[in-house]
């Protein structure tokens, strides 16, 4: 956190283009960084992505990962629904959960598990709401 003299004392730099400033903040910006500032500064808000938006890319994600990988990941119904509805609109935190459950999937199998399931590697939805759980 920056106080207001603080701010003033970067203002010279970021005027000549010395520094360059990037920050972000869970506070209105309009209220919490100092007019100057502000007023040579470009605000972009970001805001919660819907879950079909997010669920959509959560199923890209995992063809991605297949093709990167060369493997299939089969996923059973809803899982990425679940993981979409579960990261409240954020889609970094969509690509972490997908990603540690198909890395997951993909180191836990061993080569007689992977026999069995015909070179397959599979994430299943147990359950439903809050209380899920994925079968990998």
């Known amino acids: 956190y920056l106080n207001k003299k603080q701010q003033q004392s970067l203002l010279e730099c970021i005027e000549d283009g010395s520094v360059t400033l990037i920050a972000s903040t869970t506070e209105n910006p309009y209220f919490a960084v100092y007019n100057a500032l502000i007023s040579r500064s470009t605000v972009f808000e970001f805001k919660?992505?819907?879950?079909?938006?997010?669920?959509?890319?959560?199923?890209?994600?995992?063809?991605?990962?297949?093709?990167?990988?060369?493997?299939?990941?089969?996923?059973?119904?809803?899982?990425?629904?679940?993981?979409?509805?579960?990261?409240?609109?954020?889609?970094?935190?969509?690509g972490c959960c997908f990603h540690a459950a198909a890395g997951r999937a993909l180191l836990q199998l061993s080569g007689t598990h992977q026999r069995r399931q015909g070179g397959r590697h599979s994430i299943q939805l147990i359950g439903q709401g809050p209380a899920a759980l994925f079968l990998i």
């Open 48 to 94: 919660p992505v819907p879950p079909e938006e997010l669920e959509r890319a959560v199923a890209r994600g995992f063809r991605c990962m297949e093709q990167q990988l060369g493997e299939t990941i089969h996923l059973s119904d809803g899982v990425c629904g679940w993981i979409a509805r579960g990261c409240g609109g954020d889609v970094r935190r969509c």
